[in-house]
């Protein structure tokens, strides 16, 4: 049974559905947040030059209310990522102990998942947006996570410093990258163990060499292949255990509905 917190709902948009971690973080959309929504993306325009996926809300939105894309993406990437997760987990149990390391951690999701599934694990979630840190706060408070920390910081920075992690998860964030391949190198340098990663990947090509940046339609970010995401894995020192692709059906655009999928162990 998901619990709801008058404080949760005031920090909508959440863009993960917690409702299997018992908090509930969707709620029936009333007129005003509706227009609430419609204005934070304006707000990060003009403060940032850049909206983040999960605040996206807009004019056809509010004119039209829909069921948003996140929640049935979630489901997608979940068929992959929680099994690759446990499989870890159950790896090192006699590690109880584990450090876990969130890059992109967004309102700390996968956090409050690995801690409910390895309770012993010591948490730690990075993500640059301070709404979604607080929201990964809140959530962790409130669902009774004590061994965990999350920190507002660029990725690149944090991982550069960084002591080395058991666990590594890099879900949902290599996409955001203009050197993606860089940042697996670096990730070599950070996890001591497992690392388990998720990117968004074009589905017009699987030509292991394609790569765009900025990405098509945006002015950050860019766009690869699974089977290149592999390639630079492979090449950062990783090898790969298991590897998946399939389809976020809630995206619209080609190069935006493939979803990457690998379990790595370090050699």
Known sequence: ???FYPEVYDLQPWYHDFTRLGLQTRFPMRRKDQLRLLLTPIRRLLGHGYVEKGERFSVRQFLRPAIPPHPV????KEAY????VQRCLQE???HPAMRCLDLFCADGYYTSLIAQLCPG??????????????RAKTAARLLGVKQSQFVQADVWDFTRNAQAYELVLC???????TDPQGFTRLLRMTGSRYLVVQSVVTMETDDPD???SPAPGWKHGSRFTHVGLGRWLEASGWH???SAVNELSGNQRMCDRGSSYYRCIAV
């Not at 990522?81 to 690759?84: L, N, S, T």
């Not at 694990?121 to 607080?134: K, N, P, Q, Y």
């Open 171 to 177: 879900t949902g964030g290599l996409y955001h990258l």
């Open 92 to 94: 090192m149990a006699s």
């Open 81 to 84: 990522i929680v099994p690759y």
């Open 1 to 3: 049974m998901a619990r």
């Open 210 to 212: 394609y790569f765009v």
């Open 121 to 134: 694990a010591v948490m730690t979630g990075v993500d640059l947006d301070g709404d979604e840190i607080r």
């Open 240 to 242: 790969i255990l298991e």
């Open 73 to 76: 993406n979630q489901q997608r």
